[in-house]
């Protein structure tokens, strides 16, 4: 991964072979920030994405392993407790135009990934709510 930082924007290259969440928890680890909007394009072979059960209070998650286009990848950036916590989206297209996506697990870089990461001062708390079964955002003034 490299990147570079203008104004507030982190520009990011994720290489071939990278994982998209684990470089970005890394670039937030590395550079301080606990709240942003984070946007992606690229191209993955191995990804997992979920769809949360609100009735069941889970994710139910499908992995496919196969070359697609991100689509669309938007998210994200806040804390849970003091740490990092990412909720991101992605959608993904195989070679015949078919999508795939929902809340995103994982995913491997097959040939770049291409992010930006816009940073806003501040911090947003999650905090889990026992109605929905997800960590909102909780507003702590």
Same mark, same amino acid.
């Given at each position: 991964?490299?990147?570079? +930082? ?5 520009? $990011? ?7 998209? *969440? ?7 680890? =590395? ?18 994405? &979920?769809? %949360?059960?609100?009735?069941? +209070? +889970?994710?139910?998650?499908?992995? %496919? ?9 938007? &998210?994200?950036?806040?804390? =849970? ?8 989206? *992605?959608?993904? &297209? ?6 795939? &996506? ?12 291409? *992010?930006? $990461? ?10 889990l709510s026992p109605e929905v ?5 909780? %507003? $702590?003034?």
């Open positions: 991964m490299q990147y570079r +930082k203008f104004g507030n924007k982190y520009f $990011v290259r994720i290489d071939r072979g990278e994982e998209v *969440m684990a470089s970005l928890k890394e670039l937030c680890g =590395k550079e301080n920030i606990t709240l942003a909007e984070v946007k992606a394009l690229g191209a993955v072979d191995d990804f997992s994405v &979920g769809l %949360f059960d609100v009735d069941e +209070k +889970k994710y139910h998650s499908s992995r %496919f392993t196969f070359p697609a286009e991100i689509v669309s990848l938007w &998210g994200t950036v806040t804390t =849970k407790d003091g740490e990092f916590y990412a909720h991101i989206h *992605m959608s993904a &297209g195989d070679k015949d135009g078919h999508v795939f &996506g929902g809340h995103l697990n994982s995913a491997r870089v097959s040939a770049t990934c291409e *992010m930006i $990461v816009d940073v806003s001062d501040g911090t947003i708390e999650r905090k079964g997800l960590n909102l955002f909780e %507003f $702590v003034d």
